[in-house]
């Protein structure tokens, strides 16, 4: 077993690639990262499957599309008969260990890990079941521009509280693991919540940057009336008419946002040094990426939800000195999907093992030759959470990316020439070829009309089970839950009436008066 060597995934909430300096930002300051990614392959056109937490988490997990094991959204049931790569790994003879968030759904809240090692930060009930009857201003999560609106500095909040737990324990773990060998090799999951919103910071990381260095989105605001379908959906749901959001409060939130990049990265960093100082880096590949982006005010835009680069594009880098290339780039499309396959094929577990369909491929040769490019590869991204009105799908092959949004007009764009997505070629007669091809890959195997009354279905009937559990003080809590308390500290469905932004912001120390 001593030749197979241990996996650590890192994975980060909320990072957008764009946002960091191995992708090309002049100002982000991420040492850690960096020095990772001098000793890795970084992927360039990395993608996660899903803007959004659990549906992401999930699928990267399994190796399969949301749609195709029925997570629909951050309510849904992440069903417990579906094998995942703790699953896998654990027959390859590793130990399994969760640290930190997963955002799992329903009462299994382990899918392989033999242990988790710090209490879930979300909720694991169906409390954030969305329902497309009300349109886009259904909002369960309670989302609004307050983060934006509230974003600057703090001494302490949920989400450090959280994430200093995560990080002590990961810590303590590789050290463990050193100490105590068990002969087996390891597969530690490390994941941290930073830097989601809102967008808050201390003092020392947001003294990290000069505030009128602090760059405005590339892209500004666009009225509404000139906005795509989907998009405008998203405006609503967000709550974009109710306030208005001056250029100070973007230039804050950005600024709180890149200090969060680099408090997660000292985190990283921590880990990283445990790690080297356990003697365990030799033998260890290490992996890092994110569940998904953060528009950041770009087109107007936050948070996620959309397949806008800035939302749907994840940092990835795959790094082992010993055993991979070190300081080179793939210029390869690959997902979250393909980690399950691509971990597979390095601990050496036959595909033939792997209890198929999966729709991920494996990347393995792209470790191997990461200069190479595979013009077959594609990308396949889905949203059925709150703030749509219908199925929504992406697929992006070469440089091109359709979006697909149930009812609305698709999307085509050219990310070579058209790098901000802001002049869409689709219905035009000199890209008819392009699109039908395109669209042709979409529909491979998804119905929407099909997939439409089958999230209708699944919002209805858990709906049901939320308010019946609602109605009785036997309501089960699934959450994981490490240290007693831990259940009233963090966000939960029980007694959740404010939504998870006022919950936080009660967290907030010091708290603004608006959050008071």
């Known amino acids: 077993m001593k030749d197979k060597p241990n996996i650590l ?14 992708y090309g930002h002049r100002l982000v300051k991420t040492p850690n990262i960096d020095r990772l990614a001098e000793n890795g392959i970084v992927f360039d056109r990395a993608y996660c499957n899903s803007p959004i937490c659990a549906p992401s988490r999930f699928s990267m997990l399994t190796g399969r599309l949301p749609a195709k094991i029925g997570v629909y959204d951050n309510g849904s049931e992440f069903p417990a008969s579906i094998p995942t790569i703790a699953h896998y790994l654990s027959l390859a003879g590793y130990s399994t260990t969760l640290c930190g968030k997963m955002h799992f759904v329903g009462p299994d809240q382990l899918h392989g890990y033999e242990e988790r090692l710090t209490t879930e930060i979300y909720p694991a009930d169906f409390i954030w079941t969305p329902d497309w009857r009300l349109g886009p201003q259904s909002r369960p999560s309670g989302l609004s521009m307050r983060p934006v609106l509230e974003a600057g500095v703090c001494r302490r909040s949920l989400q450090i509280d959280y994430d200093e737990q995560v990080a002590f324990m990961a810590e303590q773990k590789l050290y463990d693991l050193a100490r105590y060998d068990s002969g087996r090799p390891f597969f530690l999951t490390v994941s941290f919540t930073h830097p989601h919103s809102p967008y808050t910071v201390q003092q020392a990381y947001w003294d990290l940057y000069r505030h009128e260095d602090i760059p405005m989105p590339r892209v500004g605001e666009i009225a509404f009336d000139r906005l795509d379908t989907y998009s405008q959906w998203l405006h609503q749901s967000h709550g974009r008419d109710e306030d208005v959001v001056t250029d100070e409060h973007v230039r804050t939130a950005r600024h709180a946002y890149f200090g969060m990049i680099s408090y997660v990265d000292a985190l990283v960093g921590r880990v990283l040094a445990a790690l080297a100082d356990a003697e365990l880096a ?32 994840v940092p990835l880098i795959v790094s082992s000195p010993s055993r991979l290339a070190r300081g080179t780039r793939s210029p390869a499309l690959v997902s979250l999907l393909d980690l399950l396959p691509t971990v597979c094929d390095l601990v050496g577990t036959p595909q033939g093992s792997v209890a198929g369909p999966i729709e991920g491929r494996s990347f393995l040769a792209h470790l191997e030759r990461p200069e190479a490019d595979d013009p077959t590869r594609s990308v396949i991204g889905e949203y059925t959470d709150m703030g749509v009105c219908g199925p929504c799908r992406m697929v992006r092959q070469g440089e091109h990316k359709l979006v697909f949004a149930y009812g609305a007009a698709p999307l085509l764009f050219d990310l070579a020439r058209d790098p901000d997505e802001l002049h869409s070629l689709a219905g035009r007669s000199e890209s008819a070829a392009l699109e039908r091809q395109l669209s042709a890959r979409l529909t491979d195997g998804w119905d929407p009309d099909g997939e439409y009354q089958a999230v209708l279905l699944s919002q209805a009937r858990r709906r049901v089970v939320k308010e019946a559990m609602q109605s009785t ?21 029980s007694g959740f009436q404010n939504g998870t932004t006022a919950t936080k912001a009660k967290a907030r120390f010091p708290r603004l008066n608006s959050a008071r």
């Open 9 to 22: 995934l890192i994975q980060v909430d909320q990072l957008a690639a764009p946002a960091l300096a191995i």
């Open 473 to 493: 003080s036997a309501s089960p809590n699934w959450s994981h839950v490490v240290r007693q308390g831990d259940e009233r500290r963090f966000v939960r469905g």
């Open 282 to 313: 030799d033998n260890t590949v290490v992996i890092f990426t994110s569940d998904h982006g953060e528009m950041l005010g770009e087109r107007g835009m936050w948070y996620k939800e959309t397949f806008f680069e800035w939302s749907a594009r």
